[in-house]
């Protein structure tokens, strides 16, 4: 039994009709890849770069770097590593890359925002990760943070190719990018949804504060409608759509997701092998019964309880 246990738990992320549904791991640093690779994840979907430099007073060199990138690459040899430049922000500040104080810093200059006006720490950052994919066997793919629109996509795919990168995206966690997703995904290779970020900013209500937690709630329809537009956007286009946010996390969350188009789900490690289970009980048919229901409700409590009532009566 317990051998067939471990079996279950390492199989690949697949729906019940064999469709394969990649589940990656989201990490933080070197130290996270034994857990995840212990747990099954079958490469990596976000790794948070900045958590290596929070304490740095200067910007990294491109050898330490380099060193780093290798270490988490060297974990997944053979499987896709999604790596993501560096997402200085209101919760994440870098000495380095920093402005000085804003007013309303989840609005400020962040993400491919801080990396642009600071251009010599992107462009060491890519070299890095472009060194360190010819060192390992993964599949090196890198994704800009906090990324606003078709131009921004543009720079960053056009920057992050001549700097040797083979595989260049953009994360979508803005509004204007999602609304934009059907040109974005022909100027990229790839669109990873980070839907924390997302609902922040269709809710307009700021992730780090207490008092409007109740509004961070990624199984609004209004958060959802984005999300069909952006994996209708990938499906169009044949392009992967992964979804690196707490949503994936969520194991009935986790199928809707697929249901609106998504290609790959990321999270932390722990969540893995309950996402594994839940998607094993859908067809890619159901999976799709599921999202259009949940999309026409009118609150995110009513998007649960359609979604329990489908599963409850409709399977
Ligand atoms: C997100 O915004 O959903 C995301 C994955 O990035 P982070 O949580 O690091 O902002
Ligand atoms: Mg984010």
Redesign the pocket.
């Known amino acids: 039994a317990l051998a067939a246990e471990q079996h279950i738990e390492l199989a690949p992320g697949a729906l019940r009709d064999g469709e394969l549904l990649p589940l990656l791991a ?1 990490l933080g640093s070197s130290a996270d890849c034994a857990q995840a690779v212990r747990l099954g994840a079958e490469g990596v979907g ?1 790794f ?1 770069t900045e958590f290596l430099f929070l304490d740095s007073q200067t910007a990294p060199t491109v050898a330490e770097q380099q060193a780093h990138y290798t270490s988490v690459l060297a974990a997944f040899p053979g499987q896709k590593v999604v790596v ?1 430049c560096l ?1 200085a ?1 209101a ?2 500040p870098l000495k380095f890359l920093h402005g000085g104080r804003e007013e309303n810093p989840a609005l400020g200059l962040r993400g491919l925002r801080a990396l642009r006006a600071n251009e010599e720490v992107l462009r060491d950052q890519l070299t890095a990760l472009a060194g360190a994919e010819r060192a390992t066997s993964a599949e090196l793919w890198v994704m800009a ?1 906090m990324v606003t629109d078709l131009a921004e996509t543009r720079y960053f795919v056009e920057l992050a190719r001549k700097l040797g990168v083979r595989v260049a995206g953009v ?1 979508a ?1 803005i509004p204007s990018l999602a609304l934009m997703a059907d040109q974005v995904v022909l100027a990229c290779d790839f669109v ?9 900013y269709t809710m307009a209500a700021d992730r780090m504060l207490g008092s409007v937690a109740s509004y961070q709630d990624p199984w609004h329809p209004a958060v959802l409608r984005l999300v069909k537009l952006i994996g209708d956007a990938g499906t169009g286009a044949g392009r992967p759509i992964g979804v ?4 994936a996390s969520d194991p009935l969350l986790s199928v809707v997701l697929v249901g609106l188009g998504a290609t790959s789900l990321s999270m932390t490690a722990a969540a893995l092998a309950d996402v594994r289970a839940e998607l094993l009980r859908y067809t890619r048919v159901e999976a799709a019964q599921l999202a259009a229901r949940v999309l026409g409700a009118s609150s995110a409590a009513e998007a649960r309880a359609l979604a329990r009532d489908f599963v409850a009566n409709s399977l």
């Open positions: 989201n976000l948070r993501r997402d922000g919760d994440k943070p994360m966690e990873s949804i980070g839907t924390n970020d997302l609902t922040q690196c946010g707490e949503a």
